[in-house]
């Protein structure tokens, strides 16, 4: 394992690269700048690294920041372009929370220096990590798949309609990921019996998007849960009353059984790849 304190590395030979962005609540020192710590942390993809922590008995790299994405969002477009120009999004450096709320007090949103500074210090080695290390499994294996974990509140009206399904897997349209790959997983989603959906509305962020290059043997899924599937989550607004609810591992077991199937299956189709 490797650790620079916030970035950890915990390496596996199995080609699968697991990335971890949003389970981060290190807030750099910054907490005084936000309307409130609480605020920075709640759309954080709570309790993640404990739903998947199963991963490395499998064989897995896990890659995982502890920096917030309120912070630097290491799945957005380090340029700046939005990940869905016209619809509403968050930015690189979140000035606002997903249901639009501003994140900083006045006249203490990062200016470009300061975007520029955290990109340098957060981005950049998570993405130059991800990259060691599909350079490391793809000299080791033919093909590999590297799958990005994300959770989201299950109504967020700024950001969808309605209620999200449980299961939704982004593979940028089609393009970051083979197609057989993409149709075993979505069938371990739809045998569930659970709402879930392929590239419905979240397709893959910068990560799935950078990262898949499936002609050159490495193959993008991002699998977006939404929290009642693994969580307590609250009916009606979230408060520091009730968020985060806490981490119920009894609750989890069967988005974690599934959620096994689904790496245990892209495993064995990167497996049974030679070339
Ligand atoms: N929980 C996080 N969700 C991702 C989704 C990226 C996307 O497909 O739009 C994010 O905001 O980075």
């Given at each position: 394992m490797s650790?620079?304190?916030?970035?950890?590395?915990?390496?596996g030979?199995?080609?699968?690269?697991?990335s971890?962005?949003?389970?981060g609540?290190?807030?750099?020192?910054?907490d005084?700048?936000?309307?409130?710590?609480w605020?920075?942390?709640?759309?954080?993809?709570w309790?993640?690294e404990q739903?998947?922590?199963?991963?490395?008995?499998?064989?897995a790299?896990?890659?995982?920041t502890?920096?917030s994405?309120?912070?630097?969002?290491?799945?957005?477009?380090?340029?700046?372009?939005?990940?869905?120009?016209?619809q509403a999004?968050?930015e690189?450096c979140p000035?606002?929370?997903?249901?639009?709320?501003a994140?900083?007090k006045e006249?203490?949103?990062?200016?470009d220096?300061?975007v520029?500074r955290?990109r340098?210090?957060?981005?950049e080695?998570y993405?130059?990590?991800?990259e060691?290390?599909?350079?490391?499994?793809r000299a080791l294996?033919?093909?590999?798949?590297?799958?990005?974990?994300?959770?989201?509140?299950?109504?967020?009206?700024r950001?969808?309609e309605g209620?999200?399904p449980?299961?939704?897997?982004?593979t940028n349209?089609?393009?970051?990921?083979?197609?057989?790959?993409?149709?075993q997983?979505?069938?371990?989603?739809a045998?569930?019996?659970r709402?879930s959906v392929?590239?419905?509305?979240f397709?893959?962020?910068?990560?799935?998007?950078h990262?898949?290059?499936p002609?050159?043997?490495?193959h993008a899924?991002?699998?977006?849960l939404?929290?009642?599937?693994?969580?307590?989550?609250p009916?009606?607004?979230?408060?520091?009353?009730?968020?985060?609810s806490?981490?119920?591992?009894a609750?989890?077991a069967?988005?974690?059984?599934t959620l096994?199937?689904?790496?245990?299956?892209?495993?064995?189709?990167?497996g049974?790849r030679?070339s």
């Amino acid at each position: 394992m490797s650790d620079s304190s916030w970035l950890t590395v915990n390496r596996g030979d199995a080609p699968l690269l697991v990335s971890i962005p949003h389970t981060g609540t290190g807030l750099a020192g910054l907490d005084g700048s936000f309307v409130s710590p609480w605020l920075a942390r709640r759309d954080t993809d709570w309790w993640i690294e404990q739903l998947y922590d199963f991963a490395g008995e499998l064989g897995a790299t896990v890659v995982r920041t502890t920096v917030s994405r309120s912070i630097i969002d290491v799945n957005r477009d380090p340029s700046g372009v939005s990940l869905y120009p016209g619809q509403a999004t968050t930015e690189l450096c979140p000035t606002t929370t997903f249901d639009g709320e501003a994140l900083y007090k006045e006249g203490q949103a990062p200016d470009d220096n300061e975007v520029a500074r955290r990109r340098a210090t957060y981005f950049e080695p998570y993405h130059a990590a991800l990259e060691k290390e599909v350079a490391r499994l793809r000299a080791l294996h033919p093909q590999i798949v590297l799958y990005d974990c994300h959770s989201i509140r299950s109504v967020i009206p700024r950001l969808f309609e309605g209620k999200l399904p449980l299961f939704n897997l982004g593979t940028n349209s089609g393009t970051s990921a083979d197609p057989a790959l993409q149709d075993q997983v979505a069938a371990l989603m739809a045998a569930t019996g659970r709402p879930s959906v392929v590239n419905g509305r979240f397709k893959g962020g910068w990560i799935t998007r950078h990262h898949g290059r499936p002609e050159h043997g490495v193959h993008a899924l991002q699998m977006e849960l939404s929290c009642r599937g693994y969580m307590l989550e609250p009916e009606g607004k979230v408060a520091p009353s009730n968020w985060p609810s806490r981490y119920d591992p009894a609750f989890a077991a069967p988005m974690r059984a599934t959620l096994t199937k689904i790496l245990e299956t892209a495993l064995a189709w990167a497996g049974s790849r030679h070339s």
